[in-house]
Nanobody, 116 residues
Framework: QAQMVESGGGLVQPGGSLRLSCAASRFIFSTNDMAWYRQAAPGKPRELVASITLGGRTNYLDSVEGRFTISRDNEKNTVDLQMNSLKPEDTAVYYC?????????WGQGTQVTVSS
């Protein structure tokens, strides 16, 4: 059973915006740094896109710095990823997990497609 439930993906034109959301159990959320990862195609490695510590410190992949914003709601046990100025190269399945990751926590992910 997946421990993370991602939502908010879709098809968007270049330059557009999407907001992804991930819900986790209270235990997982309250004891871990959280992160968003993405996988551009099956067989390619998942890459770390953005992370946020329990204390709220954030870190970003260079290629999304200034365009993406990660946030967490400690009351709702959710972690969001606001994505602006999207580019075709942002197309991927996006997943949330802890950082470092736990295999048992991977969910289904949410597809983001950036295309005109």
């Amino acid at each position: 059973q997946a421990q993370m439930v991602e939502s908010g993906g879709g098809l968007v034109q270049p330059g557009g915006s999407l907001r992804l959301s991930c819900a986790a159990s209270r235990f997982i959320f309250s004891t871990n740094d959280m992160a968003w990862y993405r996988q551009a195609a099956p067989g390619k490695p998942r890459e770390l896109v953005a992370s946020i510590t329990l204390g709220g410190r954030t870190n970003y992949l260079d290629s999304v710095e200034g365009r993406f914003t990660i946030s967490r709601d400690n009351e709702k046990n959710t972690v969001d990823l606001q994505m602006n100025s999207l580019k075709p190269e942002d197309t991927a399945v996006y997943y949330c997990n802890t950082r470092p990751t736990w295999n048992a926590y991977w969910g289904q992910g949410t597809q983001v497609t950036v295309s005109s």
